[in-house]
């Protein structure tokens, strides 16, 4: 049994990151329609750019130049991507991010290097054992994953908050349901716009500490992307809760898969049992775990 | 009575084109004056949902454009605008079919309206109650998610989301859509009454001629992109051709085709 929530916890960190990852792309598909295909560049991005200012200043400031970093890269998306494509199709919409993906990976790298950086914000490493009183010999988790787990709990609170509670986070909710009575009421599109593709920048910006931290930074970071479709077909394209929680069962569910599983397929599960997953979801339930419920009165 | 020469809101000779080819208005010229209620009538397609686009600048949004003429409110050009500067000079649109935000409450539906404006929690949260005394019915939906509201409901939530911004003027698009005949004649008198007491000015587009015509004060009919006739409320009520075509009064009974082509030619001529 010990060994199991072993596997299960380390199966969530990789679910926590698929969830921040499937966070960026609900904010954005929510606020816009846009299927942002440049989630993942952007969390590469984001890391990258923090970890090498922290080369030249500290930890703290570094994060805020790379805060400023992603807004910046909002502003630009805005004027040179979304504003000039006002009103097309979703599908063109799609394809230009294709294009902002394959730009900011080339650009970041030209920029930052392309070598592995070691991403080091002093976040503990040690392993620990916990619930010695439940299970015989207690439980062996990485102290980083529960970091991790903290920072995204924190995070999910907080845009929790921000869109419940503030006006802004209204008028995006007002926007995501329907931009043109939210225009009618004199709600500026283009700043809602760079207000979400912020929000999801910093999204990465956490996404990229995190991965960044376990794993070192790296262009493999991008291709995580990949594995936040799945969550999203699981989770809901429009559902926060969906986007974290398909995450987590996401996670969990390949490590499970591949150590329990696995054996009697020969290993190697884990690379496709989240499309599998996602697969079984499309045929049951569509919409997702938490698909926005679509009002119908009768 | 006809508009006074400096009006409100002065619509002169617009020509909109949707998508660079459909032409739908083809000159239209309307004045709204200050504390007037005017209405817009004509039947489907006529333009009138494109007229208050025009004046609302929502209409770029479906890739409309005022092609020729121009738009005045308080004397000002304001055509060039976003609609987001038009509710901040006070001029705001209830779109017709309401569009309330389905997945939020009534009451944040109402402070969506308040999103421009910059006078602070108390003033909003003081209208947010003003919005209540005139609509009771929504103070009792207060936290109901708007989609699961009734047709009538979301019909004074989108009228109160308006309000909310303080308007000095109202473009109302078809309050009376699929409503049951009572609650129309509820939702005019309340904006009679908004017309009085707030002095808020409206524009009110309407099939409904019947209900239209006894609540504003001046009226134009619109055909195919072109005002085919204006007046006062009153007279527009005792007009023969208003009444057989549009209050489907007839004092001959059935109408000939003769018939229909005489008004035709009258409205040519009007044009
Ligand atoms: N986005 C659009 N693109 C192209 N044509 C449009 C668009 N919107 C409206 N039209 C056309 O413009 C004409 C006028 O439409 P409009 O909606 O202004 O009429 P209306 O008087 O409001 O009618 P209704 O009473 O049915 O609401 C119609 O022929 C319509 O097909
Ligand atoms: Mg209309």
Redesign the interface.
Known sequence: MGFFIEVLFGGFLAGVLYALVALGFVLIFKASGVFNFAQGAMVLFAALSLVRLMEWMPIPIALLVSVGIMIVFALVVERLVLRPLVNQEGIILFMATIGVSYFVDGFGQTIWGSEIYTLDLGLPKEPVIILESVFEGGVLVNKFDLVAAVIAGILVTVLAVFFQKTRIGRALRAVADDHQAAQSVGIPLRDIWVIVWSTSGIVALVAGIVWGSALGVQFSISLVALKALPVLILGGFTSVPGAIIGGLIIGAGEKLAEVFIGPSFGGGIENWFAYMLALLFLLVRPQGLFGERIIERV | MTAPATALLDVNNIEVIYNHVILVLKGVSLKVPEGGIVALLGANGAGKTTTLKAI?N?LR???GEVTKGGIEFKGERVDRL???D???RGV????EGR??????TVE?NL???A??RGDGRQAIEADIEMVYSYFPRLKERRKS?A??T?GGEQQMTAIG??LM?NPTTILLDEPSMGLAPQLVEEIFEIVRKLNAERKVTILLAEQNTNVALRYAHHGYILENGRVVMEGSAAALRENEDVKEFYLGLSASGRKSYREVKHYKRRKRWLA
């Open positions: 609302s929502l949004a479906e890739r976003t609609p987001n038009l509710v901040k705001i649109q209830v779109m569009h309330c935000f389905g997945h939020l944040e402070l969506t309206g999103y421009t998610l989609g699961y009734s989301r308006a911004s």
